[in-house]
T-cell receptor, first 115, second 111 residues
């Protein structure tokens, strides 16, 4: 069974541009989560989608947005890129199991570099 | 991380034991997790402990949970070079469905 796949693996953008990152969850998983891992800042929660709806959002500005498609894949869009948006963006998927979930699975991430 | 705290760096000789500590905040978390991130890779669930347990042993890994102090530790016995990675503890806080991570602890194993 394929794991969580993210594309592209690397992305280089210029300040002010937009970036689109994609995530395909494990088959049967309906929840998708996005995390930002910037250098020295650990993993910061960005967004949670389930059944096509945004369920929760971390402390990020509105230029970070996304969506989830009917096949449960997801996109993360970052508008008006700033240098500090350079980070590894990790996607995870899970079953809708709530707080007792052990099905969380992470992708390998997209490395976004803003120059 | 938002709800968990970890120390940052640990250097250990191959064959020795390494211990990583973490303090979490939500006493109602059902599970507490340890994730491993190897260089250039995503996160891999290493082990977890159910909140009504004090200890869990999984081969070379021992997880200790002190609920009174909200303290979680991971002991790696006979540390090997393949254990060099960043280790994150995590919980799912009440009212959320998402994992909250500590800042991570980088473990460097010296041959």
């Amino acid at each position: 069974e394929a794991g969580v796949t993210q594309s592209p693996t690397h992305l280089i953008k210029t300040r002010g541009q937009q970036a689109t990152l994609r995530c395909s969850p494990i088959s049967g998983h309906t929840s998708v989560y996005w995390y930002q891992q910037a250098l020295g800042l650990g993993l910061q929660f960005l967004l949670w989608y389930d059944e096509g709806e945004e369920r929760n959002r971390g402390n990020f500005p509105p230029r970070f947005s996304g969506r989830q498609f009917p096949n449960y894949s997801s996109e993360l869009n970052v508008n008006a890129l700033e240098l500090e948006d350079s980070a590894l963006y990790l996607c995870a998927s899970s079953l809708p199991g709530g707080r007792t979930d052990l099905s969380y699975t992470f992708g390998s991430g997209t490395r976004l570099t803003v120059v | 991380g938002e709800d968990v705290e970890q120390s940052l760096f640990l250097s250990v000789r191959e064959g020795d034991s390494s211990v990583i500590n973490c303090t979490y905040t939500d006493s109602s978390s059902t599970y507490l997790y340890w994730y491993k991130q190897e260089p250039g890779a995503g996160l891999q669930l290493l082990t977890y402990i159910f909140s009504n347990m004090d200890m869990k042993q999984d081969q070379r890994l021992t997880v200790l949970l002190n609920k009174k102090d909200k303290h979680l530790s991971l002991r790696i016995a006979d540390t090997q070079t393949g254990d060099s990675a960043i280790y994150f503890c995590a919980e799912i806080p009440y009212g959320n469905n998402r994992l909250a991570f500590g800042k991570g602890n980088q473990v460097v194993v010296i041959p």
